[in-house]
């Protein structure tokens, strides 16, 4: 099984940075070896892809809503993906969820809130 938690969500002004951590603990998996993904859904809206990593960490991708705003990384001896957002939205409120691939079996977070509001 694949558990993962997210944290670093909150209240930031608009123009403002936030920091999500996403910490994976994987029994039977091997975390390197997953492709991680950061969702989000705002309300009323479907979730949507925000950001993507492969398991070596070697190629990203980002949505067009974030793209050059945020970057996504990982630390595979930590087990944990991170998203930077900077220059933050009110348009960017949403709930953010970390996602894992591994071995084509999906997993899924909590999810974190991020509001941004003056």
Known sequence: QVQLVESGGGLVQPGGSLRLSCAVTASGFTFSRCDMNWYRQAP????????????????????????????ISRDNAKKTVYLQMNGLKPEDTAVYYCNAICFQRAFWGQGTQVTVSS
């Open 44 to 71: 009323g809206k479907e979730r949507e892809l925000v950001a993507a990593i492969s398991s070596a960490g070697g190629s990203t991708n980002y949505a067009g809503s974030g793209e050059g705003r945020f970057t």
